[in-house]
């Protein structure tokens, strides 16, 4: 990676990723020295992989459920004690950091003080692989300047997170964006740069993994958007509403059928019509596009089944599971 700039720190997490973990740390160059390797219950070597490539090493505690926000914030405790950092970078195990990211982005951040975190372009390693990797790739091409929300790779000022309590731990999916939510709430911009930042593996090469990732998706719009419904920063109750509102269309659609007559099964063609509109905006003369158009309109049942989980878990008082897809 090149002279790495000396205030800035990488906590990687992850959990059976294998050589995908390898390639990761040896993307780090001269930061894998100060860098943390967060495994949860990796049953493939992983940890030795990373101590072999003189990163430190945290196992979580095996008792405690796990999620990618515990952590996270376990990595940064870890690094920001061993280190005297202003910046850290959180990657996860199945990406590669670009080799110019780094000094990219510590620089933009060094110009910028009203900015506390900053990403860039993260991509799919193989999005040809499978129609689910390629719509992995379209979902991480985001707008560029001031966003709402970031993902799992980006780089944070030290104090802010520290100021605001990391990620909230209990969080099982969506623990970046709900941390955005909180940043901006203090007044910090998150910022997405023209920059290309990660290489990242989904290995979706299944439906149901597919599936599970979507379900684990809804889970988070819901639970996140609770969390801040009365927050003017934020976030998903469009995708809440959304969710369910297409996905009410059918079950309608029948009932009103068999009370008022088959004419209501004509509520059906908003499904068709919605998948023609998305193929259309992304390019009709490509069949790909109206495969991923006709996941997306899939995807919602996905969602609405992780927004059903989320609130029968808060009625239940039951703590939420971990939505795993690989």
């Not at 900053?118 to 992995?136: H, K, L, Q, S």
């Not at 970046?176 to 920059?195: F, H, I, M, Q, S």
């Not at 596009?289 to 989980?309: D, H, M, P, T, Y």
């Amino acid at each position: 990676m090149g002279t790495a700039p000396g205030n800035v720190g990488v906590v990687v997490i992850g959990r059976n990723e294998g050589q995908r973990l390898v390639d990761c740390i040896d993307r780090l160059g001269e930061l894998a020295g100060r860098s943390v390797y967060v495994d949860s219950g990796s049953s493939d070597g992983s940890q030795a992989m990373a101590r072999a490539r003189g990163v430190a090493v945290i196992d979580l505690d095996t008792t405690v459920p796990f999620t990618a926000a515990r952590a996270r914030n376990a990595g940064f405790s870890q690094l920001t004690r061993d280190h005297d950092l202003e910046f850290v970078q959180f990657v996860d195990g199945d990406c590669m950091l670009d080799p110019a990211w780094i000094e990219t982005a510590r620089d933009f951040l060094d110009e910028r003080p009203d900015v506390a975190l900053v990403c860039g372009r993260r991509r799919e390693r193989y999005p040809d692989r499978t129609i689910f990797n390629a719509m992995c790739d379209r979902e991480w091409d985001g707008p560029i300047g001031e966003i709402a929300e970031c993902g799992g790779d980006f780089l944070v000022r030290v104090k802010v997170f520290q100021a605001i309590g990391g990620f909230r731990p209990e969080l099982i999916a969506g623990e970046e964006p709900e941390l955005c939510v909180r940043l901006r709430e203090r007044g910090g911009l998150v910022w997405r740069l023209p920059a290309e930042m990660t290489l990242h593996d989904a290995n979706i090469v299944r439906l149901g993994q597919w599936w599970r990732r979507a379900v684990r998706s809804g889970h988070a719009f819901a639970e996140v958007s609770a969390l801040h419904r009365d927050n003017a920063h934020g976030i998903w109750r469009r995708n809440v509403a959304r969710a369910l509102g297409w996905s009410a269309i059918a079950p309608t659609s029948l009932v009103l059928s068999a009370i008022l007559g088959p004419s209501w099964l004509l509520l059906l063609l908003a499904y068709p019509a919605d998948i023609c509109r998305q193929a259309f905006r992304m390019g009709a003369s490509d069949a790909q596009n109206w495969r991923a158009a006709a996941f997306s309109v899939l995807g919602k049942f996905a969602e609405c089944q992780g927004i059903a989980q989320f609130y029968l878990e808060t009625l239940a008082g039951r703590r939420a599971v971990l939505i795993e897809y690989k």
